[in-house]
């Protein structure tokens, strides 16, 4: 009797082991979605930064306010930190501040330019 259980495999008990994995897996999957969400959002902030170089650009090709052009097409927390540069040969230069998810502190600044011809009358 002794020889047949010698052949035998010890059967290991793994109850709970995927409540271990998960726990032990858990903060990856949350530090990789956190990453995404903020590349999502400076995504955002580039994209945005160039639509309000352009609505700055048109209005300071037609002699309007550039920065309030700019504040138009951006959301309210985006206009906190906004920088707008208009130079004499027609381009615009906007920056905006890419923040974190987890507050307010500043990441980064991403700038866009864009030019249009002076509108008046030649």
Known sequence: MTGSLAGMERVVDERG???VELVALL???VLLAALLWQAAIAGQVVWLAGSA??????AHAVGTDTER??????PEDLEDGMR???RSDGAVEVTLPVRSIFGAKRLATVGAKARFEPQGER
């Open 17 to 19: 082991q995927a409540a």
């Open 27 to 29: 903060p990856v999957v």
């Open 53 to 58: 170089a352009r609505a700055a650009a048109r």
């Open 69 to 74: 052009a700019a504040r138009g097409v951006l």
């Open 84 to 86: 707008v540069r208009a």
